[in-house]
């Protein structure tokens, strides 16, 4: 089934590659959407794709990358936005 989510992820999140991480993840698990820093401090993304593979993906930004401290993170039923391939954006 595909779903969507959209990650709301605090902590020490912006300037440790968390972006790049979460492309890296995404792709491998063939998921389309995005991913942004937010002017907060905080990294925003929706995740497109199969149930499964985005709850791996969830999974993986809650652990974060080498370097990077995930303090909380939230998880929020989205809507498909019609994005093809996964990309990181500009921050907001």
Avoid at 25 to 41: I, K, M, Q, T, Y
């Amino acid at each position: 089934m595909i779903v969507a989510s959209r990650l709301s992820i605090r902590g020490r999140v912006q300037g440790v590659g968390f972006r790049a991480f979460v492309v890296r993840e995404a792709s491998h698990h063939a998921l389309r959407g995005w991913v942004r820093n937010r002017s907060d401090g905080s990294v925003e993304a929706l995740l497109i794709g199969e149930d499964q593979a985005v709850a791996l993906v969830v999974a993986a930004c809650g652990r974060g990358p080498l370097g990077a401290r995930v303090d909380h993170s939230e998880t929020f039923p989205a809507q498909d936005d019609g994005t093809a391939g996964f990309a990181p954006l500009p921050t907001v």
